[in-house]
């Protein structure tokens, strides 16, 4: 009887730690989720200049926030936890720039030249850690 009664309850045990690790996973899932949103409504999507400076915005914020290191040139630096980069190819030349290009010489000028402009985002990766992204492609597809 005392066996049985043992083994009950080593079960109850397992079972709420199973359920508990559950319940732990799950939370932190949809944290990561609501987090990669932000960005993931965009993807595979055409979208105008004003989008994509908003994009820019919100990942200089996220970076400035979690006190994300930069180069000497002002790139931000893969911490493969919580940086977001992003890249951004231009019809215009056919060049790749990054997003500190535009942030720094104003997401308003960007906003006032490329407002009516298409564009697309490609690409997003994400951290292997953590889950969330690391980097998004965006392609300018009109002139």
Known sequence: MKKIVVFLIMIIIIVAI???MYFDYKVKKDKI???NSEFE???GKEIYGVDVATII?????KNKKNNVEQDKKGK???NSNNSINIDIKMLDDGKTYNMERFYKNGTM???EYYRDIKFKVMNIEYHKE???IKYIFIEQITK
Not at 57 to 61: L, V
């Open 18 to 20: 199973a359920f508990f």
């Open 57 to 61: 915005n919100k990942a200089t914020y």
């Open 41 to 43: 409504t965009y993807l």
């Open 109 to 111: 000028e960007f906003v």
């Open 33 to 35: 989720d609501e987090k």
């Open 76 to 78: 931000y630096i893969d």
């Open 130 to 132: 953590t889950g969330l």
